[in-house]
């Protein structure tokens, strides 16, 4: 069960488009399109930001989009605010033996 | 909607130590039920999922064979049963709300999380 690979930082300035990526192989993100991602602030629960690659849940700022291509899948974030510097972490499911499998997180600062 | 963890708290290596995850505010026994664990400054790690009906049970190599999740439907309650612990065990540990096919998206509602620190 090897942990998704994502970069360990990404920044931007606030109104700036942002893009983090998420690469597995093809027996997780390229098999299925059942990748989340999820924000989390300091000291807080995770919060669910895009399931099922691109979908948003209720109350999810359309400014978060995802995408998926071949094994790696993309969260973008447009028009960057203050509230949206965190941790970002993919997952990805990955079959009946090893259901889930998450990315190592990226830290996002908005300068 | 609520998951509120229980039964953290610190324990020695070789110990047990039983999780609760109390959910409230929706049909509990429609939904599979995931842990989700985060060592201190690390990122996050799935531990464990379990079907809506407890028919479907999955772990992290991490920790397959030494934890055991279940649920009691009827209490609206999960659990993670977590034996032989290890010092790389140590984290804060969440419930996370799936969805009606284990193999589907989750975490739609978390917990607060509990913290498990395994030490001598």
């Known amino acids: 069960q090897s942990a998704l690979t994502q970069p360990a930082s990404v920044s931007g300035s606030p109104g700036q488009s942002i893009t983090i990526s998420c690469t597995g192989t093809?027996?997780?993100?390229?098999?299925?399109?059942?990748i989340s991602w999820y924000q989390q602030h300091p000291g807080k629960a995770p919060k669910l930001m895009i399931y099922?690659?691109?979908k948003r849940p209720s109350g999810v700022s359309n400014r978060f989009s995802g995408s998926k291509s071949g094994n790696t899948a993309s969260l973008t974030i447009s028009g960057l605010q203050a509230e949206d510097e965190g941790d970002y972490y993919c997952?990805?499911?990955?079959?009946?033996?090893?259901?889930?499998?998450f990315g190592g997180g990226t830290k996002l600062t908005v300068l | 909607v609520q998951l509120v963890e229980s039964g953290g708290g610190l324990v020695q290596p070789g110990r047990s130590l039983r999780l609760s995850c109390a959910a409230s505010?929706?049909?509990?026994?429609?939904?599979?039920m995931h842990w989700v664990r985060q060592a201190p400054g690390k990122g996050l790690e799935w531990v464990s999922a379990?079907?809506?009906?407890?028919?479907?049970?999955g772990y992290a190599d991490s920790v397959k064979g030494r934890f055991t999740i279940s649920r009691d439907n009827a209490k609206n309650s999960l659990y993670l049963q977590m034996n032989s612990l290890r010092v790389e065990d140590t984290a804060f540990y969440y419930c996370?709300?799936?969805?009606?096919?284990?193999?589907?998206?989750?975490?739609?509602?978390w917990g607060q999380g509990t913290m498990v620190t395994v030490s001598s």
């Open positions: 996370a709300k799936g969805n009606v096919s284990v193999a589907g998206t989750f975490g739609d509602v």
């Open positions: 505010g929706f049909n509990f026994d429609d939904y599979a």
């Open positions: 379990i079907s809506w009906n407890s028919g479907n049970r």
């Open positions: 093809s027996s997780d993100v390229g098999s299925y399109d059942l």
């Open positions: 099922e690659v691109s």
């Open positions: 997952c990805s499911y990955a079959g009946s033996s090893t259901f889930e499998v």
